[in-house]
T-cell receptor
């Protein structure tokens, strides 16, 4: 599986949009981009995933560049409860759901 | 109702002991997993079972033995516990093991401390 690179930590003001970048320059055509988050030692929580097109759900938006070498997770209106470690993961289709979690980005939402 | 539940949440034991962690999911999923999160917070897959059949075994010491009595349950038994086994163990499930959304549903974790 391709590896990802994320900043170690980011700060965001409450109510503002949080934009979390992820580089996956070696991604191949059959790999999806997934985002999970882990709130203070709870189990990781699925946020969103995509292959080529931008995606949006009730939690976030995922913007994938045209060359698919990077992506950005957008939390449109961050709240204090969004403080967590955010993991960007690439996953080969049909690989038995092997998710390899990296070190992620610690997002600190501040009042 | 908790979708993926693990017991116990906390476990403190001595080196050399044998212990088990249990996991149950009520989502009707076919596939279940064990992940280990060490002190550096890296989350690593250990095992996966699909409908009671082992499909992933990520080079885990054979002191760790998963058992799946049915597709709703996946237990983890650890023999001869070592200090390095101290970690948080997460159980997860997914609808299936290949296609679909690939979304994993995680339990709250079981924190194991070996003294």
């Amino acid at each position: 599986d391709a590896k990802t690179t994320q900043p170690t930590s980011m700060d965001c003001a409450e109510g503002r949009a949080a934009n979390l970048p992820c580089n996956h320059s070696t991604i191949s055509g059959n790999e999806y981009v997934y985002w999970y988050r882990q709130i203070h030692s709870q189990g990781p929580q699925y946020i969103i995933h995509g292959l080529k097109n931008n995606e949006t759900n009730e939690m976030a938006s995922l913007i994938i560049t045209e060359d698919r070498k990077s992506s950005t997770l957008i939390l449109p209106h961050a709240t204090l409860r969004d403080t967590a470690v955010y993991y960007c993961i690439v996953r080969v289709i049909y690989n038995f759901n092997k998710f390899y979690f990296g070190s992620g980005t610690k997002l600190n939402v501040k009042p | 109702d908790t979708a993926v539940s693990q017991t116990p949440k906390y476990l403190v034991t001595q080196m050399g002991n044998d212990k088990s962690i249990k996991c149950e999911q009520n989502l009707g999923h076919d596939t279940m997993y064990w992940y280990k999160q060490d002190s550096k917070k890296f989350l690593k897959i250990m095992f996966s079972y699909n409908n009671k059949e082992l499909i992933i075994n990520e080079t885990v010491p054979n002191r760790f033995s998963p058992k799946s009595p049915d597709k709703a349950h996946l237990n983890l038994h650890i023999n001869s516990l070592e200090l390095g086994d101290s970690a948080v163990y997460f159980c997860a499930s997914s609808q299936d093991h290949s296609g679909g959304t690939g979304e994993l549903f995680f339990g709250e974790g079981s924190r194991l401390t070996v003294l």
